[in-house]
């Protein structure tokens, strides 16, 4: 079963827009991991983040994490067109990883 | 990307039919993982290797078994494919608490 369930599940914005992407998990974890994927690919690794960070930064990616609400979010600043892609959150605890569904976005030129 | 080898790229068989499909890493890496990916699910984990012949079911084990003989190896195999076994299924590498590294992929279809 999924641990992580990304909202929305498809979302579409123009270039230049911010892109926000939201995950909701259920149990505790060590860790979050954000993973893009593009058409016909395999998963990415984007960016961790650790239960004891609140957010972190890499290039026009930022994430968020908040353990009380048990949810992360990922944000894409000044979307390109090249950022068309689904993206996936995964949780890490105790030796297991799980994936949510994903969400699609689409960033028109 | 990280070394790792997915083969074939594409098959499609029958059902009945065995079928095996190989993970290739240069990393050395002690971890190593097949999932499948289907539409709405997303990644679901087969199985899992911690170490040579060290491996362990994931959450859709069913209908499935690996093999890991060597470090850079590992294979799954379908032993008598059925059509719900049509999917797209990843191999995946790891390293201590580091990320996954992931291959590009094997598009099954099982008529």
């Known amino acids: 079963s999924q641990q992580g369930e990304e909202d929305p599940q498809a979302l579409s914005i123009q270039e230049g827009e911010n892109a926000t992407m939201n995950c909701s998990y259920k149990?505790?974890?060590?860790?979050l991991q954000w993973y893009r994927q593009n058409s016909g690919r395999g998963l990415v690794h984007l960016i961790l983040?650790?239960?004891?960070?609140r957010e972190k930064h890499s290039g026009r990616l930022r994430v968020t994490l908040d353990t009380s609400k048990k949810s992360s979010s990922l944000l894409i600043t000044a979307s390109r067109a090249a950022d068309t892609a689904s993206y996936f959150c995964?949780?890490?605890?105790?030796?297991?990883?799980?994936f949510g569904a994903g969400t699609r976005l689409t960033v028109k030129p | 990307d990280a070394g790792i080898t997915q083969s074939p790229r594409h098959k499609v068989t029958e059902t009945g039919t065995p079928v095996t499909l190989r993970c290739h890493q240069t990393?050395?890496?002690?971890?190593m993982y097949w999932y499948r990916q289907d539409p709405g699910h997303g990644l679901r984990l087969i199985h899992y290797?911690?170490?040579?012949?060290?491996?362990d079911k994931g959450e859709v084990s069913d209908g499935y078994s690996v093999s890991r003989s060597k470090t850079e190896d590992f294979l799954l195999t379908l032993e008598s494919a059925t059509s719900s076994q049509t999917s797209v299924y990843f191999c995946?590498?790891?390293?201590?608490?580091?990320?996954?590294?992931f291959g590009d992929g094997t598009r099954l279809s099982i008529l």
């Open positions: 995946a590498i790891r390293d201590q608490d580091r990320p996954q590294h």
């Open positions: 149990t505790s974890i060590n860790n």
């Open positions: 983040i650790r239960s004891n960070e």
């Open positions: 995964a949780t890490y605890a105790n030796n297991d990883m799980r």
């Open positions: 990393e050395n890496h002690r971890y």
């Open positions: 290797s911690y170490g040579v012949k060290d491996t």
